[in-house]
């Protein structure tokens, strides 16, 4: 039942963003533009509002995909919300909620939190903060070190994603 709720609420919001899409398209425009407009009509807006609302649901799962949405969607209005999911109970929500404000230009601040996660006791948590990391398009000396301490991982996924990111960080040399 949940399910057939969250698809009748979430049908208008894709319908809206595929149309906003095949309309870029159409006038050779760039796929951002699509985003940028589909943001500014009334079912883009019902999605940022009921994103928003998910980042506070009960179910570890929810507020997981809410957070992942909120940074791919650049919604600076979920700022607060995210900021209090970094210390959720749920690691995967703690891994979302750190990439989607580094997404948000909080970097600064939030890449730390993603790199602590690679040293989590549950070895999968590692794995997901170096995906985050990956995604996160971030290529400083934080990520070489992040690279690092992955490589030095006891689980094989985590240190693959250390020695792949090795390879994309340029550091410069002193």
Same mark, same amino acid.
């Given at each position: 039942? %949940? ?29 951002? @533009? ?11 807006? /019902? ?9 506070? /649901? ?22 607060? /919300? ?28 939030? @890449? ?30 934080? /990520? ?12 094989? @996924?985590? %240190? %693959? ?14």
């Amino acid at each position: 039942m %949940r399910l057939k709720q969250a698809l009748k609420s979430i049908l208008p919001w894709a319908a809206g963003l595929v149309l906003a899409a095949l309309l870029a398209h159409a006038q050779g425009l760039p796929k951002s @533009f699509a985003w940028t407009a589909y943001g500014t009509t009334s079912a883009g807006y /019902a999605a940022s509002v009921a994103i928003r609302n998910a980042l506070a /649901a009960a179910d570890p799962a929810e507020r997981y995909w809410a957070a992942t949405w909120a940074g791919v969607n650049k919604d600076a209005g979920a700022t607060d /919300a995210l900021k209090k999911l970094v210390d959720d109970p749920a690691p995967a929500v703690r891994v979302a909620a750190s990439l989607s404000l580094c997404q948000l230009g909080l970097e600064g601040t939030y @890449f730390a939190q993603l790199v602590s996660l690679i040293e989590d006791p549950n070895l999968i948590v590692g794995m997901y903060a170096m995906n985050a990391i990956e995604q996160s398009g971030i290529r400083n000396e934080a /990520a070489a070190r992040a690279a690092e301490l992955a490589k030095e991982s006891n689980y094989e @996924f985590t %240190r %693959r994603y250390g020695k792949r990111l090795a390879t994309l960080v340029e550091v410069p040399n002193p």
